[in-house]
């Protein structure tokens, strides 16, 4: 295995950072339930406003239930991700207290990177799936639009093979720190 093909960190940081990765092709071997509530317990630590806590994880492995989450996906993503052996869905509570809570979306993505650094850590691999069917999902979940925003759907397993070189299942690479942070904004 060799991140460093593809990936060249410029400054200095933890492995994980950069060896999170997420593949599209997974072995068949299945998560236990112990490794999935390690998963969740890392979300569980994520950073929220008001230590509101308001994201809502709905899962599945196998049988009927699995088969319907199968179906929240779009046909593109359902093709390579019913493969996983353990499908999320992830959403957001929108409200605290009675009021709007403007951090849900913000804090729901902390929670799932949580996910994917800790899967990462125990040999898993994390994909994430924008391309979803939001109205099925909350049909699936029970979680009724409104109170819940859908926001994806994540794929966990073990990854077919390190990086394949196929085109489509290679770590990304990524913009320059040029692009994203500014030291001095133009508007000063
Ligand atoms: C919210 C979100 C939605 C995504 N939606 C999809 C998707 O629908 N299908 C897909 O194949 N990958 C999807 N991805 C994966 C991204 O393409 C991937 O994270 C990005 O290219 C960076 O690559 P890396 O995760 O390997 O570092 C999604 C990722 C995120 C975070």
Redesign the pocket.
Known sequence: MNIDKYRHPENNIENFFYE???S?LFKSKTIDKTQILSLFEAARWAPSSNNAQPWRFVYATKGEFREKINMVMNPY?RKWATKAPLIILVFSKNQNDGKENRSAKFDTGAAWMSIAIQAKIMGMNT?????IDHDVAHKVSGLPIGEYSSI?AIAVGFSESDYNDLSENI??SRVKLEEFIMDKPKAY
């Open positions: 999170r990765w997420s599209k993503n994909r994430a799936m924008g391309g994806c770590p990304s």
